[in-house]
């Protein structure tokens, strides 16, 4: 139980470091009989890639996937499906100079603490770089979810004090800062500008949605949807918070008014007339619309001097080199997409045995 | 995997209904040699026991816990301990006139969209009784960690609009809110009555603190001490959002004021200047305290009449009668402490397999 | 992960020691809607049960279960079903004698070795009176499969060096060894009888089948249904060799009488001609009856002086006291059946899960 | 749980069809700090592979491994480690001609019954290539279990009525049916000979041995060593019975010659003067040599004419064709050293969590 496996049915097991040779995933437990191809993954690691825009940092990988196993005539069948990205375009020499620093806001000095020692290089394990092995494999739980209709979506809602107020789903892969708000995405492009000029970076938040979920997936008590939701997200790298429907809001709401009224919908299905619970009661889908917000702190890597200490705890100021995002948030829609998809697909495997 | 075990090495199996014959938890994994005695449990039990002011409900029952197993002599052997309570004091009649209508804000619909039909006395396994059997385990990881040094504790730090500005540890346990501040506390206490006679509900947060855990816990990159974190407060009945340190706040910090300086500690050890990580980087503790925020909606049971449908999606009112807490803030105290105990004791002992 | 959990998507958490203060089972997975009542896992437990027949020990104890969650108006909820059954007969006085000393054949020195002490009071948990939560989950599982008619049973095949040569399922539950040849059950009893004059006890054979369980169950490559049967056979105390269909004969034998030739059966489905593979093919179930065996060793606890050592591992002479089965076969007969139960209700649920 | 993860803390994850890409596994949980390197991998996967002797079926590929992750600087960090084989000589036209028969003894027709079709060439993932990934995550098992003085071997006890009655070890690796008799060596070479030739398979036992294993691991009640030994052998290809210790053997044995009576050993240490129990009591190792007898089928493939059906259930005569052993135990026997390798590092990791 290392940690780099994630769910139960539609499990996922993911490896690799930053600077090695490979990252990549083996999905195991996806049904067999989905129709998939290379070009399936390839799209939404397309979309997870650096070097997209300005946006983003400069190291351009193409990240082409190969898929090595579980596919046959097109179809999965039901075996692990085990998919690699190569390294093809790691600078790793940038890191000598810090391999004895550690970085403030980066896992250098955990990773020590808990190891004894670490793969330096980009951040090794620790790297965003390990995200890869998520899309892919949420790529293959977007197609299997597919099936039934089930669609997942997400975008920069907040840029540091910067908010989306519409949600045009149609503009967000429009804008490099996929915000779904076309007047407020060019005021957040040009704030990371401002940013990266002042060697800095932002924070934000992302919203994902999923639509068309049918009711009752969920386990209680521990395994609700919304607790694996939590875990999935809190488990991407630079998220600090997450939060389901009206969430934090809720604080300062009373019941009168939280309570989601029940209502017969124009479909004949039961429903609700506002969705203040993000589409989740009691751990379990209620159909409704899925809506989760995730807050990720500004990167930690900066281009200023800060204040550290090396190995042996003495002080030191650090200068970190390489290429590095101002935000996070662009790249983190596709992942935070990934992240909801497998809790879904998981979800809508075990679900299957909750009856006679 | 029916959802109800929770923890990887300090694995938790909780079971039973609000108005069922009993509740409890076996808790598999415990490390031989712990002395362990039934009133080790039963303080926190009382704690999240109702009936303990006018804060909380009428429900009045002793939830004596009985040890069936797993010590010996007053020590744990290192084989289950199952901890049973039994329900005295189930009003089930409360719930027959309700029993095809579907509660706003409650788990009655979806139960059924999964299951086909539920048992509807008091909400069954979705009620908050569940959680006698998460504190009991707590209880037992807290114990454990104990040895070490951990200590954990939560408080209401909000109730809707009113927030602690002080955080008076010894204040904590001596108000039915839970509130470390002595000024607000009272505040509190007279809008829960307020809320209580406009026969409505209010939410809050929780937030909940860990000390002198060593650093090193977490398991990169899906099993990190936050993410599971995160999916230990969101399996808690009536959470909705979880953060860790500054938490959404850091959707509007920089990284040059976010990042946590490292500095070497009065006591020799590495540590930070400041904590907006909440002692957690890259997933992994970083010997920082731990800093956890919850937000709790306000509870769904309200005595007002409210619209909602029947099993067959009719429309119908609906008046929840029943005993119920007018906020679940100063119960939720002790159910966040043990969710924080039992993540913490799971990857403690998940830790010694960490290194060679 | 202490080792108290078996199965996947039904799970089953045992718990208790054999003076204790209970035994007992938590069932999480089931799906709901089953009709399950005490009467249900009374039966299989009173199989079980000690007392029946001189061929067993003089412990006599009512076993009775008792239901405490999981079922609302006579039907699974989808919920954990915790089983209890109270300990009312312990006689621990008779092990303080031997608190010091380890037993030859027992688990007295390695659960030492392991968690640095013991509950010595009937062997603790390594006692089979442990096996009490494996029959009551067993019994869930057997109502479970009946719904798809699946039936298991199980005999004693061999006693020492007598064998059943005739099995006569009418047979089995008439005599108080389980041996479904009416010609060689006598002689086995002599035997018993015989041993016990001796102060010696006796191994054997127990054989478990399962009929009409639907082909396509375990899962590739490492839960394979005879890998699960492996464990959950090999996880019963006394039990030292666990065999499917030909078994250890197939070492004699070659591919082209070991292969079983497929042919169309009567009913229009696909089958074999013979039964050497025992009903498992490649890890997953074929359709045909699935056959194992199991070999138990002959009890350790032998009222015969016998050499070993204590605890500072000094020599010493050690008489086991207590009440004692010469053989275990009789009682092995419904436990045998509940783990071969559990794995095939584990396997059909997970089933559910493998194609689109 | 797709079924091809093993192991708590120490978990593998293979993947790979006998006809696709690749094979390979993925290990997560293997502690930091162990040196590692490519060559420690390939020896072992030399062992396993074919086209050794005239034992062992004609494809010859070089089945050379790439470590893509978790090793650096040459010691593992504690991340996962993943390992590739490249399929480099498969003749999947050899199959063309069989993909609608179900071979007899063959996973062919159960997989459709699973999952509705499957990767015919081959054998797909039912190929015993499969075990590739085994035997590279056992050979990191072996270099971590060596730092604590573990020695793990086995050989071929028994072919057909052939059985070895001496076991010189250093006899095993000289002869192409890795027998320890250097007298029934030859015999058993000749043998194989004689079935090729009569287009017919053999079937045998191969026996794993386990020495220097520390007193104390293994889970009660169903995590015993034992029972996740048994797990492990029945997961083998072919295998069809598995056995600890004096094994079926003991249905024959009286408990007064059964139990092994303990003493001191010369070392201090308490240990035992016999050894029935195979080194392991009540589900825990002992101090002594761990002992393992399994039992594996002919090879279904042989080339004689055999009677079957096709996927509509119509008779039909077979004759398959490709290259084939005539006896898997020569790469049996690196195969279940590799399982009994796997074991054993899951429980001592999971060993270090059991003492407080």
Known sequence: MGGSSFGTLFRISTFGESHGAAVGVVVDGCPSGLPLAEPDIQHDLDRRRVG?????????????????????????????????????NARSQDYDAIKDLYRPGHADYTWDAKFGFR????????????????????????????TIGVRV???????????AERIDEAEIERNPMRC???????????LVEQARRELDSLGGIVEVRARSVPPGL????????????????????????????AGFDV???????????FTRREDGHIGTTSNHAGG?????????????????????????????????????????????????LPRLVPVAEAMLLLVLADHWLRQRAARL
Request: hydrophobic share 40%; net charge neutral.
């Open 280 to 328: 989740i009661l009691g751990g379990i889908s209620s159909g409704e619309e899925i809506v989760v917000r995730v807050a990720a702190k500004p990167p930690a890597s900066i281009a200023q001097e800060q204040q550290t200490v090396n190995q042996s705890g003495d002080p030191a100021l650090i200068t970190v080199k390489g290429r590095h995002d101002p935000t996070v």
């Open 180 to 190: 779904p708000d076309p007047e407020v995405a060019p005021q957040m492009v040009a």
């Open 52 to 88: 997209q825009s300005r946006m983003t940092s400069a190291r351009n990988e193409p990240d082409a996937v190969r898929i090595l196993s579980g596919v046959f005539e097109g179809r999965t069948t039901g075996t692990p499906i085990a998919m690699v990205v190569e390294n093809t």
């Open 119 to 146: 793969d330096y290089r980009g951040g090794g394990r620790s790297s965003a770089r390990e995200t890869v092995g998520r899309v892919a494999a949420g790529a293959v739980a977007r197609k299997l979810l597919g």
């Open 251 to 261: 604080a300062q709401q009373r019941g009168s008014r939280n309570n989601d009224p």
């Open 153 to 163: 979506f997400a975008y920069t809602v907040q840029l540091a004090h910067l908010r």
């Open 218 to 245: 969920g386990e209680p008590v521990f395994d609700k949807l919304d607790a694996d939701i939590g875990k999935a997200m809190l488990s991407i790298p630079a998220v600090k918070g997450v939060e389901i429907g």
